[in-house]
Nanobody, 128 residues
Framework: QVRMVESGGGLVQAGGSLRLSCTAS????????MGWFRQAPGKEREFVAA????????EYRDSVKDRFTITRDNAQNTVYLQMNNLKPEDTAVYSC?????????????????????WGQGTQVTVSS
């Protein structure tokens, strides 16, 4: 059974940094693209960042470009999200998910519909 476990969330002040981790079991991560999503209270889950299976392609939502970096360490079966210059609007539960493999479809890395095997999430809170 495929399972994703996130860690690394916490409480930081604006301008601070966090490094989130997502470790997978039941799947070899080198074979699948991975994504990070977030959901704030009362809001819909939204795309944050994604990385292709071999790491040669990344995507970010506009509001986190130049602040967040997604990487992967396939030897550790783990994907990371380095979050710098955090802002209060980044506060949310961050979850990772496995891409369904629809590589040929436009938007396959950025749309929720192309992901499955979601983790339980890790809370990120950014104070002013």
């Amino acid at each position: 059974q495929v399972r994703m476990v996130e860690s690394g969330g916490g409480l930081v002040q604006a301008g601070g940094s966090l490094r989130l981790s997502c470790t997978a079991s039941g799947v070899t991560l080198s074979t699948v693209a991975m994504g990070w999503f977030r959901q704030a209270p009362g809001k819909e889950r939204e795309f944050v960042a994604a990385i292709s299976a071999n790491g040669d392609t990344t995507e970010y939502r506009d509001s986190v470009k130049d602040r967040f970096t997604i990487t992967r360490d396939n030897a550790q079966n783990t994907v990371y999200l380095q979050m710098n210059n955090l802002k209060p609007e980044d506060t949310a539960v961050y979850s990772c998910a496995r891409n369904r493999g629809a590589t040929a479809l436009q938007g396959y890395l950025t749309l929720r519909r192309y992901y499955d095997s979601w983790g339980q999430g890790t809370q990120v809170t950014v104070s002013s």
